[in-house]
C-alpha cells in the first residue's frame, strides 16, 4: 500500500532545569562539561529558533513538552520522605548523585524518546510507537512513563496509531530508541526498510563489545521492537557498530549516521561490518537504489566527527534533493568545514549545507537530530494527531514568551536543589499543557 505521505519532526522543548551533571559516561561532552553553568533559557530559545526556523521552510514541526524535574516520585521510590522541600534538602546533601539524575533535562533529546514505525510498514497499517527505556543511564531510565503519555496524548485515534509499552527496563533490552532507527525507502508513504543499529549482544557479549564505554543498544532490543512493530525480515536490518567508535564517543549510531528516504550518509567506522550493511540494505530495497554518502576517516576522524557531530545532523527533503541541518560547531572545525564545502561541490544528493546553534545542547552531547523525533504521517495521519503542538508563527511567539516568562537565564548543579526551582518549573509546566493542548501528563498533575 502507498499513500501520501511527509515526515514529520517532533522536537524537544528543552526543560526549565537543563544542567550539566556529566551522567553519561561514553558521551564526552557530556562529561567534560560536567558541572558548568548552563543557561536553560538559551537552550529553550536555541531549540524553539531551530524548529521555527525548520518550519518557515515548510517542514511538518511539532514540540514534545519537557518532563517534570526534579522528578520527586523517583526520589521517593528511593527512600526520600517529607514534603518536596525536605525531599531536595536530603537527596542534595545525602545523594547530590541521585539529585542530579533526578534533576536532569534529558527529556528534551527525543530522539531517544520512542522508536516509530510507520503505517507503510506494519502489517496492520498504523504507525507504531515504543517508547525506548533507556535503560543504560539511571537518569534516563525515568523517561519512559511520561514519554509514553505524551505520545499517547499527541497520537491518540487508535485506529490510526498503536503505543506499546517500553521494553523491560535492564540492560539487556537497552533500548535507545529512533537514535539507533533509520527507515530508508524511496518515499516516506511507501514500504521502507528500517535499519537497527546495535552495539552489543547481551546473550552473547563476547569479545566484540567495546571496552571503554558502554554499548547501549542490544541486539536484542532491536529485535523485540521490531517485533512488537510485527516488522518482517524483509523489512529489517540489523547492523552492529562499530565498538571502536562506541570507545571514541559515538554512544548512539546517530552520532555518525543519518539517513532520509534512500540517501545514507555515514562515515566508514559506522557500522562493524560496513560492506555487509550496506549490501543488505541494498537488497532489501530492491528495485530502490541505496544512495550511500560515505565519509572516510581521512576526510573526517573519527575524532573530529565526535566533536563537531557532523552526522548528527538532520537530512531533509527538498524539492531537487537534500537539505543537511548541521551544528554550528561543524563549521566552526576547519576541516569538517572544509569536508562540508566538498560535499555541496561534488555530485550527490546534498543541496544545501544550513547551520543551527544549539550550543547550549550541543554541550551535553545532543545535536540537531538528537533533538528530534522523526515521524512519517500520511496525510490523513496528519490531521489525526492532536495538531495543538504543530509549530506556527503564533505558537512559537506564545512559546517564546512563555521561556522568556518562567525560565532562568543561568543553572548550576547545586540549583537543583533549590525548591523554587521545583515550583516553577511545575507552574511553566502546567501552563505549557494548556498551550498545547494535551490534557494531564505530568505526576504532579495526576
Ligand atoms: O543520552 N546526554 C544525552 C544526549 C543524548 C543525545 N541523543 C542522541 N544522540 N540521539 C545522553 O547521553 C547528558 C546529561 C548530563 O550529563 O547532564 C545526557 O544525558
Not at 528500517?194 to 532491536?222: C, H, M, N
Not at 528495485?287 to 563537531?308: C, F, K, Y
Not at 524539492?319 to 543537511?324: Q, V
Not at 543561568?410 to 499543557?433: C, G, I, Q
Request: proline share 6%; glycine share 8%; with cysteine.
Amino acid at each position: 500500500m502507498s499513500r501520501h505521505a511527509i515526515e514529520s519532526n517532533l522536537d524537544g522543548l528543552v526543560g526549565p532545569t537543563h544542567n550539566y551533571s556529566g551522567l553519561s559516561p561514553g558521551n564526552l561532552a557530556s562529561e567534560s562539561n560536567r558541572k558548568a553553568e548552563s543557561s536553560p533559557r538559551q537552550a529553550a530559545l536555541q531549540g524553539l529558533a531551530k524548529m521555527k526556523r525548520l518550519a518557515d521552510l515548510g517542514y511538518v514541526q511539532g514540540v514534545m513538552p519537557p518532563h517534570e524535574r526534579p522528578h520527586i516520585p523517583t526520589l521517593r521510590a528511593l527512600g526520600f520522605g517529607g514534603d518536596d522541600r525536605r525531599i531536595l534538602s536530603d537527596a542534595a546533601s545525602r545523594a547530590p548523585e541521585i539529585l542530579a539524575a533526578a534533576g536532569s533535562a534529558s527529556a528534551m533529546w527525543t530522539a531517544n524518546a520512542a522508536t516509530v514505525s510507520p503505517s507503510a510498514d506494519t502489517p496492520d497499517h498504523r504507525v507504531h510507537f515504543t517508547p525506548a527505556n533507556l535503560a543504560a543511564t539511571f537518569h534516563r531510565s525515568i523517561e519512559p512513563p511520561v514519554t509514553g503519555r505524551l505520545l499517547k496524548s499527541i497520537f491518540p485515534d487508535e485506529t490510526r496509531f498503536v503505543h506499546h509499552a517500553p521494553l523491560p527496563g535492564v540492560t539487556h533490552f537497552g533500548d535507545e530508541g529512533a537514535a539507533n532507527h533509520t527507515r530508508l525507502c524511496a518515499a516516506h508513504g511507501e514500504p521502507g526498510v528500517e535499519l537497527f543499529v546495535y552495539g552489543q549482544i547481551a546473550f552473547a557479549p563476547g569479545r566484540r563489545a567495546p571496552t571503554r564505554f558502554p554499548a547501549r543498544q542490544t541486539l536484542e532490543a532491536s529485535r523485540a521492537v521490531a517485533r512488537l512493530h510485527g516488522l518482517t525480515e524483509q523489512r529489517c536490518v540489523f547492523a552492529r557498530q562499530d565498538p571502536a567508535a562506541i570507545d571514541g564517543g559515538v554512544f548512539h549510531n546517530d552520532v555518525i549516521a543519518v539517513g532520509n528516504r534512500n540517501v545514507l550518509f555515514y562515515h566508514e567506522q559506522a557500522f562493524l561490518d560496513e560492506t555487509a550493511t550496506l549490501h543488505t540494505l541494498q537488497e532489501k530495497l530492491g528495485d530502490t537504489p541505496l544512495m550511500a554518502v560515505r565519509v572516510s576517516s581521512d576526510e573526517v576522524s573519527l575524532e573530529q566527527a565526535v566533536s563537531s557531530y557532523l552526522f548528527n545532523s538532520q537530512l531533509l527533503d527538498r524539492a531537487d534533493g537534500m537539505l543537511l541541518a548541521v551544528p554550528a560547531e561543524c563549521r566552526a572545525q576547519p576541516q569538517v568545514s572544509r569536508y562540508l564545502d566538498r560535499l555541496l561541490a561534488e555530485d550527490n544528493p546534498i543541496r544545501e549545507v544550513s547551520v543551527f546553534d544549539v550550543k547550549q545542547s550541543m554541550q551535553n552531547g545532543g545535536g540537531p537530530a538528537c533533538l528530534r523525533l522523526r515521524v512519517p504521517l500520511t496525510d490523513q495521519e496528519l490531521m489525526a494527531m492532536n495538531r495543538g503542538i504543530l509549530l506556527d508563527e503564533a505558537l512559537y511567539e506564545r512559546l517564546v514568551t512563555w521561556v522568556q516568562a518562567h525560565y532562568r537565564d543561568r543553572l548550576s548543579v547545586a540549583d537543583l536543589a533549590d525548591p523554587m526551582l521545583l515550583e516553577e518549573s511545575r507552574k511553566a509546566l502546567d501552563e505549557l499543557t494548556g498551550i498545547l493542548g494535551l490534557g494531564s501528563v505530568y505526576d504532579f498533575q495526576l
